[in-house]
């Protein structure tokens, strides 16, 4: 079954800093470009991050986001990573990855498939 699965999110205090994972099933991220989206409640989509699959790796960042977070991949183990610093409460979301062609920012919703479930980004205290 192909599918992407996230893990790292969790709850953390303003400033703080999580380490978001992207890993796949059933296929190689090196084959494809990478994205992040989130979801705060209440609120649609946003694309927050996006690697390319070529080794320039190209990135794209939204501009709430840039700074702050950051987007890598290592393909030996077959993973992507988008490490968030300085964490504000407006970033608390559902976070998803997704793959795609081409990182080109902005990046929506309907130029990436394969999505995982999400995980949670809880930024309170």
């Known amino acids: 079954q192909v599918r992407l699965v996230e893990s790292g999110g969790g709850l953390v205090q303003p400033g703080g800093s999580l380490r978001l994972s992207c890993t796949p099933s059933?296929?190689?991220?090196?084959?494809?470009?990478i994205a992040w989206f989130r979801q705060a409640p209440g609120k649609g989509l946003e694309g927050v991050s996006c690697?390319?699959?070529?080794?320039?790796?190209?990135?794209w960042y939204v501009d709430s986001v840039k700074g702050r977070f950051t987007i890598s991949r290592d393909n030996a183990k077959n993973a992507v990573y988008l490490h968030m610093d300085s964490l504000k409460p407006e970033d608390m979301a559902v976070y998803y990855c997704a793959r795609g062609e081409i990182c080109r920012g902005p990046i929506y919703r309907s130029d990436w498939g394969t999505w995982g479930q999400g995980t949670q980004v809880t930024v309170s205290g």
């Open positions: 690697i390319s699959r070529t080794s320039a790796d190209r990135t």
């Open positions: 059933g296929f190689t991220l090196d084959s494809y470009a």
